[in-house]
């Protein structure tokens, strides 16, 4: 997840010197749909499979593990193969493009139609604000690539108790969806989960979570308009600036026990 390179640091007053330091890896990643090239993400040498089986189900490719025929890794040419059961037209994957604000990507297969289509969320799941800003410290201390570099986002899917599911990757997109391919590859009641994150929660992450069918994203940073509407109208807790001893609940304030 990162290398050792030499670099040359500036302190002051006029001090340079030669260190080691350790800088996070970026690789590109190319996904195929039965046999189609789809796109090339730019990601963390980690979890692969799982980054492409989550990029494609919240892209809408994929709705369950039932679609997945196959995943191939061909680590030579770090290019993910997947076969689906279902025919997917070309239309579908030549249909609109959304410009997003996501790391490691410059454009989504999202449709507009996609944001009014989405299902709400149906979860009488509620969690304790106290044990979500636990969870939240916990999520924290495991991010060790970041405490390392600083180079990268965290993603995690919770209960109310304990973190089941931890990832990292250089863009905040990229450690979602491989949570997302965490659960479609192995499995998982969702319901009552959590999702944390380390970056904004912008409209493409809601998007993410209510495919997933998350009740409850909870992120350290903030939120933009679009996702709290988005949240308010699927029927999804947003939590943003879950720090410390504080957070600000945007939306979902039902299924958060005071």
């Known amino acids: 997840m990162f290398e050792i390179l030499k670099i040359k640091r500036f302190k002051t007053p006029i001090q340079i010197s030669e260190i080691d330091d350790k800088i996070v890896s970026e690789v590109p990643l190319t996904i195929t749909l039965n046999g189609e090239e789809l796109v090339t993400l730019l990601c963390s040498p980690a979890h692969l499979k ?16 039932g679609d997945v025929n196959s995943v191939l890794f061909d680590e030579k040419a770090n290019i993910i193969r997947v076969n689906t059961r279902k025919e997917i037209s070309e239309a579908v994957i030549n249909k ?3 410009i997003t604000s996501g790391c490691g990507r410059g454009q989504s297969f999202y449709h507009w139609s996609d944001f009014e289509n989405c299902r709400k969320i149906e979860s009488d799941f ?3 604000a106290n044990a979500i800003l636990s969870l939240m410290l916990e999520f924290q201390k495991k991010s060790l690539v970041f405490m390392e570099t600083g180079g990268v986002h965290s993603a995690a899917l919770s209960d109310d108790k304990s973190i089941i599911a931890f990832f990292e990757d250089i863009g905040r997109h990229n450690a979602v969806d491989k949570i997302v391919g965490e659960i479609i590859l192995h499995g998982g009641e969702i319901k009552d989960k959590i999702l944390l994150l380390s970056g904004r929660i912008s409209s493409e992450i809601v998007i993410k979570a209510v495919r997933l069918g ?3 994203i909870v992120s350290r940073s903030a939120p933009t308009t679009m996702a709290v509407r988005l949240a308010e109208k699927l029927n999804i807790s947003l939590i ?3 720090r410390g001893t504080r957070m600000n609940i945007y939306s979902g304030s039902q299924r958060i026990i005071i």
């Open 240 to 242: 943003g600036f879950a």
């Open 214 to 216: 998350v009740p409850i």
């Open 126 to 128: 509620k969690a304790n």
């Open 50 to 65: 799982e980054l492409a089986v989550g990029y494609l189900t919240a892209e809408g490719f994929i709705d369950s593990s």
């Open 96 to 98: 609109k493009r959304i």
